[in-house]
């Protein structure tokens, strides 16, 4: 167990140093209110966190992260561009590993606004990259947004769509449902039955003939999911083409050069990504322009498809090559979507990061 007192001076030394790249030093209350921020953590997240009541307060939660309180406070003061920077404790419960910490410190940064998100992409990540650069890390970056654009290109229905993105953050979950959108995997035979039953019968005649009402949906939540079932199995599978094109998409796994060119590719008969892909050859301008080599700059497209479901742009992080079971030294990315429901409507664009310090202390101490 490394001595808290060292990993708190490795903190304050990476505290300082996004300080001198102009961020604002700001703290957020280690008590928060769960009821709106646990819908915004990822699922992992969200079921290691330490969850209170308070009899004024209602559902509280231990801080498992600084990102979401952070846009919470910019977006009450409505002031842009922002810098800010941070440094404190988060708490996550563990349950399957005991050797991991349920309370470690997270240093972050954190950039709002600007006109150029591409620009801003590349500051953020340059900056991490900067900090970290003596360990010699592997970086690795993806992009949520290509992978919702991907989604919305589809040629199927909204609810298809609306399901899909949903479980983006869940690759097995997605890949089941994609498998099933386009016709590949057949339909439970509990569901054919049922099926089968309303066809013959219909859907209040079924509703009849169930079980007495229990739990928190009504009959009238019954009835809808019901003729959406039904409406769901009339609907056509996605094309082949469509689906084997996102497939190919998802397992895009190459230096970013050569991955963009792929993705132009991709771009052709998936017009819908088209932005994105743009977007990323800004970005990898952008990064060129920090001094970063693009050329040897790994890019997955799956990659934060695990993580926080924050992330609707560009994602990074940087990890210790030889040592797989380690977790990632820093992640980060951006979160457009979240100022919005965190502004009420107001969106402003926002990318960010955050960076483990005890594993920067260890991994500094074994080089040393």
Known sequence: MQDKGRILAQAERLHV?????GAEPVQTAILQPAETLLDL?????????????????????????FTVPVVQMHM???????????????FRRQERDPARPNEYIQVGYELFGG???????????????EALSPLDLRAATGDIGLILAAVDGLSTTDKRKAALRR???????????????????????????????????????????????????????????????????AEPPVSLGETELLEDLLSIR?????????????????????????RMQARLDALAGQGIDVDLLDFEAS???????????????????????????????????????????????????VVRPELVLSLTEALA
């Open 76 to 90: 009450d003061s409505a002031a842009d561009p922002a810098r800010y920077t941070y440094c404190g404790e988060v």
């Open 167 to 233: 479980h983006v953050w869940r690759p097995r979950r997605f890949r089941a449902l994609l498998e099933r959108f386009a016709g590949r995997t057949p339909l439970p035979e509990s569901r054919k039955r049922l099926l089968a039953e309303i066809e013959t019968h219909g859907v209040e005649a079924v509703l009849n003939a169930a079980a007495p009402e229990i739990g928190l949906r009504s009959r009238a939540d019954v009835a809808y999911r019901l003729y959406a079932l039904v409406q769901d199995a």
């Open 17 to 21: 140093f996004f300080r001198g790249a």
């Open 115 to 129: 006109e150029s998100p591409a620009e801003a992409d590349a500051e953020v990540f340059a900056l991490f990259s």
């Open 254 to 278: 190459e230096t970013s050069v050569h991955a963009l060119a792929h993705l132009r590719d991709i771009a052709v008969d998936l017009k819908t990504i088209g932005p994105a892909v743009d």
């Open 303 to 353: 990659y934060g498809r695990t993580t926080m479901e924050y992330y609707d742009g560009f994602v990074f992080g940087f990890y210790a090559e030889g040592l797989p079971g380690l977790p990632p030294v820093a992640t980060g990315g951006r979160y457009d979507a979240l100022t919005r429901i965190l502004g009420r409507g107001r969106e402003v664009p926002a990318v960010g990061g």
């Open 41 to 65: 953590y990822g699922e992992d997240i969200r079921a290691r966190a330490y969850v209170t009541s308070d009899a004024l307060r209602g559902e509280q939660m231990l801080r498992p992260d």
